[in-house]
């Protein structure tokens, strides 16, 4: 993106585009040898009780409180609590969630509650890429691995209206941008984000197209955190 160009964008998509985008040399620099391999197991861990408290802060409460919460065990991913509502919300970490530098951070925790259509197509992959990265793969077998099974079916393409809830004003989204805005994600499996205006001057879309995961990302900022209180 041309400087020109990112003077007349609004200011909270200048917000998501600096901790959603990967590309920031400077960010890279200056954390890519903080975490050059896996942190004990148990760092990346959390108390169950609070593990569910923090996931069910991704979505306001009309839709977290029936919704099923996933907790990260030893392995992966296991279901806490039996959902009513066919939304997932669970707290993920840096190998799905986070800048590539914050790919190994044990700190990252990042709330977030996955619709119906995407608990069935994009919670997969992050079940998968956990799985891998506690088996004690590395970062690129991780990648590779979720690349190939998308290529061979094994994980589903995006399923239409796949979306989920990011507001908690709460988790930490790693050491290179601590905090993410409070915004709403939708997913496709491929999709021009010129289609949604994303990106363009006065826009507040921001399209993310994720060549690892084979999907495009499109967020959008909210002016509130699932608590109700003003998201500035």
């Given at each position: ?170 988790g930490y989204a790693g050491d290179s941008s601590k905090h993410w805005p409070s915004h709403i994600m939708f997913f ?45």
């Amino acid at each position: 993106m041309q400087q020109t160009k990112i003077g007349s964008i609004t200011i909270n998509t200048i917000a998501v585009l600096a901790v959603l985008s990967t590309a920031s040399s400077a960010m890279a620099q200056d954390s890519a040898t903080a975490y050059p391999r896996m942190a004990p197991v148990e760092q990346y861990l959390m108390d169950r009780s609070a593990e569910i408290a923090l996931a069910r802060t991704a979505a306001p409460p009309s839709i977290s409180r029936e919704a099923a919460v996933l907790v990260l065990g030893r392995h992966g991913f296991e279901t806490a609590v039996t959902g009513k509502n066919g939304f997932v919300c669970f707290v993920d970490r840096g190998w799905s969630s986070a800048p590539d530098p914050d790919f190994w951070n044990p700190k990252v925790r990042v709330p977030q509650c996955e619709n119906a259509p995407s608990a069935q197509s994009h919670l997969p992959m992050i079940l998968k890429r956990a799985a891998l990265a506690l088996a004690g793969h590395t970062k690129d077998e991780v990648e590779k691995a979720t690349t190939m099974a998308i290529a061979t079916k094994e994980l589903p393409p995006m399923a239409p209206g796949a979306m989920c809830y990011m507001m908690s004003k709460q988790g930490y989204a790693g050491d290179s941008s601590k905090h993410w805005p409070s915004h709403i994600m939708f997913f496709y499996s491929h999709f021009d984000p010129a289609a949604w205006g994303a990106n363009l001057p006065g826009s507040p879309v921001l399209g993310i197209e994720d060549t690892v995961n084979h999907l495009t990302g499109f967020a959008i900022p909210v002016q509130q955190w699932s608590d109700g209180t003003p998201a500035r």
